[in-house]
């Protein structure tokens, strides 16, 4: 009884505690706006959110270009091993994924 009197206690004062994404999650909507910068806006937000400034810069930095994606994944006609590619295996499985997404979005497949 004792083990799980110590687990509930640090549950309840593990509970309260928020995340940098609930904060994130709290902020206010930013109105929509032609001349907005997500680059600068992380950036002068990365010290209120450093996990999500750490993620954002992440995924940020994939190219956005579909031609780019396309030449690069394109697995028809192409064989994919450790020896052809310098990717790591999960990143090429999360860019191959992020490329079927968006065919499926683009062919107005929802």
């Known amino acids: 009884m004792e083990n799980f009197d110590a687990f509930v206690s640090n549950a309840i004062s593990t509970a309260s505690i928020k995340s940098d994404f609930d904060y994130y999650l709290e902020e206010p909507l930013i109105p ?22 750490a993620i954002a810069r992440d995924v940020l930095a994939i190219p956005v270009s579909a031609v780019t ?42």
């Open 69 to 110: 994606s396309e030449s690069a994944l394109s697995t028809s006609g192409r064989f994919v091993s450790p020896y052809r590619s310098r990717l790591h295996p999960k990143t090429l499985e999360a860019l191959m994924c992020d490329q079927d997404w968006l065919w499926t979005k683009f062919n107005g497949m929802n």
């Open 32 to 53: 929509r706006d032609e001349d907005f910068d997500i680059l600068n806006w992380w950036k002068v937000n990365a010290s209120k959110y450093p996990i999500l400034h």
